[in-house]
């Protein structure tokens, strides 16, 4: 009896320190970027000017809702693809890999670096949606869609982003190389996002964004799960 009693509590303290570890991998990167703030400035700048470059292209001609969910998703895929580039160039550019690797596993820093990218991913939705629909003058006839649609977006976006950045990490020129090979990836999301993004602004219901969501919600755990599997190797090898 007091063996089975011990298992359950040392399942908790493993969980508890593995917490604790991603928790420590957020803050760092978080007290960086309030530092720096590069990242974010980034995101942020390239999406607007993308979103300002877009209004006066278009000007006052309407456009269908196509379009803006497809103008809307490009903005979103190439700031993020741009912006979240460096998430683990900069370890190895200031000499910090190596005490993550000495002092924490593998899986707390593909956590903590997924927490902080979704965090910064969520921050970029938010501002450039409010400009999207404020500059094209765009109602959203499903407001529920809409935000759902974007989260999941969000989160596929974040994860093979986090997944591919650690991956040319090790380039010499890591950076630049992300977005070309990120591009190919996030078709799925891009056509999916587009298509249900479409369906709410024309007021559609959830049913009939039905294959899209489950297509964002696949490719999301699609890679969450292949990052499980593959991070050790990419980030100990």
């Given at each position: ?10 399942a908790?303290?493993?969980l ?8 420590a991998?957020?803050r760092?990167?978080l007290?960086?970027e ?6 974010a400035?980034?995101l ?9 470059l877009?209004?006066?292209a278009?000007?006052p ?8 969910a ?12 741009i912006?979240?580039?460096?998430s683990f160039?900069?370890?190895y550019?200031?000499?910090?890999a190596l ?10 820093v593909?956590?903590g ?36 649609t ?6 596929g976006l974040?994860?093979a ?22 591009l190919?990836?996030?078709v799925?999301?891009?056509v ?31 890679t969450?799960s ?12």
């Amino acid at each position: 009896m007091r063996e089975h009693g011990r298992v359950p509590l040392l399942a908790s303290i493993l969980l508890m320190n593995w917490l604790t570890g991603a928790w420590a991998v957020f803050r760092k990167d978080l007290r960086v970027e309030l530092r720096s703030q590069y990242a974010a400035n980034t995101l942020l700048l390239f999406a607007l000017a993308a979103l300002f470059l877009v209004a006066f292209a278009v000007g006052p001609q309407p456009l269908s809702a196509r379009v803006r969910a497809a103008l809307l998703w490009i903005v979103l895929l190439f700031a993020a693809s741009i912006g979240l580039g460096r998430s683990f160039v900069a370890e190895y550019e200031g000499g910090t890999a190596l005490l993550l690797r000495l002092h924490t596993r593998a899986s707390m820093v593909f956590a903590g670096k997924l927490l902080f990218n979704f965090g910064l991913v969520v921050l970029l939705t938010l501002v450039a949606t409010s400009v999207f629909l404020l500059l094209l003058g765009v109602s959203v006839g499903t407001p529920g869609l809409f935000a759902g649609t974007l989260a999941l977006g969000a989160l596929g976006l974040t994860s093979a982003t986090t997944l591919l950045s650690a991956l040319v990490a090790r380039a010499s020129r890591g950076g630049p190389l992300l977005p070309v090979l990120l591009l190919p990836v996030l078709v799925p999301v891009l056509v999916s996002g587009v298509g249900a993004t479409r369906k709410a602004l024309l007021g559609q219901g959830w049913g009939a964004a039905q294959d899209e969501l489950l297509t964002l919600v696949g490719f999301a755990g699609a890679t969450l799960s292949a990052a499980v599997v593959l991070f050790d190797y990419v980030w100990v090898d």
